[in-house]
């Protein structure tokens, strides 16, 4: 076993280390941790290397054609990667989501790198990447040491794309401990707090709508919503339409301007549904947040979320497009602070004990040394 092994963790975008739990893997591993995105090609490395591949000095005398011809052939993708993998000295690979392993997975080959894939949500249910990494994912299952679920619901969504159930692992990610020093005053004047990107699988709009409902009997109740995307100013459009004037629309902030939201909130609300293209959620790290940060949780049953929101106990569930029924759930809480405190003490203490970070990362930790030992 290698004590310390050189991990490569690598990603499709730059934009990918920077999320919560690809950056935890990046700093907390054990061992010498390489970052690399940019995947489809050319790679680069996070830590800011700037040696790359290049064709020898010597063919740039040849004929032109000759010397593209040869370029083609020494840069390629595969041969950027290798290049990085054998300067780095790299052990074994954490690749984060499915394609990111599928397009891996020839250079790992053929260098006998260990390969393990984590998987993250929509690249296990989207229709567009089934389509396309249907057959490349099965040869990728057969090489991986290991393939990381975030959640029951893809443990068997993977399985029925082909992976083995002995390599599947169940392994949710933790939140940021800050937001377990976090004590909410639930106070009056709080707000209904939603933390996301704008897209259709988080369904920012219905939850506007659930919040509507709510106003007809509480005219005071206010929404924080947090995030950007491509469903952002059509969210605004309908608030104006609606004559919602309570919601703040706050655009992306940076996660440790994030957490005194979390704070001064008295509830989490998210209505994550299945998006028209199959993309689902795995676990979202915003709702284990909010629990960690004591907050009563209001959501719909979607992938992984009734394993971190327990019905009656730490908050509430609702079935997918049930805006009526998150809004009754908004107004019991909006009216009764002693019941928001019950339940998101309640949500701590079930995040503190299933979604640890360390847990997380001490899984992983785990799986990286069992590939290098079975290489």
Known sequence: MISLPNIAIVTTTNDGVSDTFIKAHLERLKGQRYGFYGLPMPVRPVDGDKTTLTVPKWKRILPAFLYDRIKKTVITPENIIEFH???????????????????????????????????????ATRESIIKAFAEKYHEMFRYAASIISVSNAMTSQLVALGAPIEKVIYNPYGPNERFLKLHPPFIQDGYFLFVGRFVEKKAPQLTLLAFQKVLSQFPQARLVMIGDGPLLP????????????????MGTMKPLEIAPFFENAFCY??????????????????????????????????????????????????EEGDV???????????????????????????ITKNYSIERHLGILDTEINKALNNR
Do not use: W
């Open 269 to 318: 609300v998210q209505h994550s549904v299945i998006a028209s293209d199959g993309d689902s959620e795995g676990t979202p790290v915003s709702i284990l947040e909010a629990g960690a940060a004591s907050l009563p949780i209001i959501a719909t049953r979607h992938a992984g979320i009734p394993e971190a929101v327990l019905h009656n106990q730490t908050g509430y569930l609702v």
């Open 324 to 350: 009526s029924g998150m809004a009754d759930y908004m107004k019991t809480l909006y009216a009764d602070r002693d019941l928001c405190r019950q339940l998101g003490e309640n949500a701590r203490r079930h």
């Open 85 to 123: 993998f054998q300067k780095k000295k790299i052990d074994v690979v954490l690749a984060e989501y499915g394609p990111t392993g599928a397009k891996l997975l020839p250079v790992c080959r053929k260098l006998g790198i260990p390969l393990i894939v984590h998987f993250h949500g929509h690249d």
């Open 234 to 249: 059509i969210c605004r459009q309908l608030a104006k339409a609606l004559g919602i004037n309570n919601v703040e629309f």
